[in-house]
């Protein structure tokens, strides 16, 4: 693989210190989440894909892809997925260099710890460690969740916590936790967040909304709310932050094109579609695992993982008494024996994950040859650090903490269900 003397140059100013510590002699270039979502900024209603990198096989892919597309990408893992994944946040940067490096991928991609989800105020003791050693461990961009909280506390996490997240790491922020027809977010909601958060002179790159879809396998055509998320986008205009969307899988490539070009959205979250097609399940148009009437996957012969695996793998399901939206924890117990697969039946598993992402790059999210703005970003910035998009409007005087909770008395609502809402 060649490389040309621009490419050479962003790589020496464009990785953050910590990817040039972890990985001194790598040709891969692993940027700030900033910088992705400013090359989706700057070639205008266009987001890219954050792939959860929930196997090596869906990395792999995804790399392709982006390559492919020459598309600056995302690959994340979120905090729960640690659990029953192979891939964890301490990892991923070292599976996503490693791939570059064999592959030969050229494209910016920047490596997000999505999800770090906080339900109780007593768990943001224990995030002042996690954090800091994320990113020691090559994590360029994080997701504060405390959307489970209250909103006086989302907010309060969110302070306490930016100041542990390098000022030229990516960082989003969500609003209204995602759990479907319920509790769907609000401007007041959404506003709250951020100028609190601006009043305090922190500016996030994303919000995640609940705007009306759920994670995992969709069960119902209800899917994004594009009027809705619009909405909050344009009441949050003037603060300078860009939207995440999440739990993609199951929605209408129609539904992500209006997403993508009607409101500020740069950043979208898949993960299900990309686990079922690489075991070769069957999926309509939207990546949505098709059902048989007995309620079973169907499993496409001579795609994806071979058919004997793949009965290995329910009756592993059936064992543990898994149903269909917990067939992700198949992935831990099954990533060595996928590995241990013959080559070409590797090779077809990452294909069609490839493809799948290739076709959401270019013809449906609007990202392609967005890896060429985002080195202009870096080279125009002279750093790795892009700097905030916002500027401090709120009076700081407004928003202590005192005036914080009363202020937060107004948004108390009926919590919505409960749940495991991983993308």
């Known amino acids: 693989m060649s490389y040309s003397a621009d490419f050479d140059k962003v790589l020496a100013i464009g990785r953050p210190p910590t990817i040039k510590r972890l990985f001194p002699n790598s040709k891969a270039l692993i940027v ?17 894909i954050a792939a959860n990198g929930r196997s090596s096989a869906v990395i792999r892919a995804t790399l392709k892809a982006a390559q492919r597309a020459n598309a600056a990408v995302i690959v994340e893992i979120a905090k729960s997925e640690a659990d029953y994944c192979p891939i964890n946040m301490w990892n991923l940067a070292q599976y996503v260099d490693a791939f570059c490096n064999e592959l030969g991928i050229t494209v910016p991609v920047a490596v997000h710890a999505d999800h770090f989800g906080l339900k109780k105020s007593v768990e943001v003791e224990k995030a002042r460690t996690d ?23 989302n907010l309060l996490a969110n302070i306490e916590l930016s100041a542990y997240i390098p000022g030229w790491a990516g960082y989003e922020t969500e609003v209204g936790e995602i759990k479907g027809k319920a509790g769907l977010s609000t401007p007041e909601e959404a506003l709250f967040l951020i100028q609190g958060l601006n009043a305090h002179g922190i500016f996030p790159d994303w ?51 209006r997403i993508a070009s009607e409101t500020a959205t740069t950043k979208a979250n898949v993960a299900t579609a990309l686990q079922m097609i690489s075991w070769g399940l069957e999926v309509n148009p939207y990546g949505n695992a098709i059902l048989d009437e007995k309620g079973e996957f169907l499993k496409v012969k001579g795609a994806g993982v071979t058919e004997e695996m793949w009965q290995e793998m329910v009756a592993y399901a059936n064992d543990k008494a898994l149903k269909k939206g917990d067939y992700k924890k198949l992935n831990l117990p099954f990533e060595k024996k996928l590995l241990a697969q013959p080559r070409e039946v590797r090779e077809r598993m990452v294909k069609g994950v490839e493809d799948f992402i290739y076709d959401l ?11 060429p703005l985002a080195m202009e970003a870096i080279l125009e910035a002279g750093s790795c650090d892009l700097g905030p998009k916002g500027k401090r409007i709120e009076n700081p005087g407004e928003w202590t903490r005192e005036k914080i909770l009363e202020r937060a008395r107004a948004f108390k609502k009926e919590g919505g269900p409960t749940g495991n809402f991983d993308d």
């Open 131 to 153: 954090i800091p050693s994320m990113i020691d461990a090559g994590i360029t961009s994080i997701a504060i969740d405390a959307s489970h909280m209250a909103e006086e506390d």
């Open 32 to 48: 700030s989440g900033k910088v992705i979502d400013r090359a989706m900024m700057k070639k205008g209603k266009a987001m890219t």
């Open 207 to 257: 919000i995640a909304l609940n705007n009306g879809t759920t994670h995992g396998i969709e069960e119902s055509d209800a899917g994004i709310q594009v009027e809705l998320t619009r909405e909050i986008h344009e009441a949050l205009g003037k603060y300078g932050i860009s939207g995440a969307q999440h739990g993609t899988s199951g929605n209408s490539a129609e539904r992500l094109r």
């Open 361 to 371: 790059l270019v013809h449906c999210f609007n990202a392609g040859d967005t890896a």
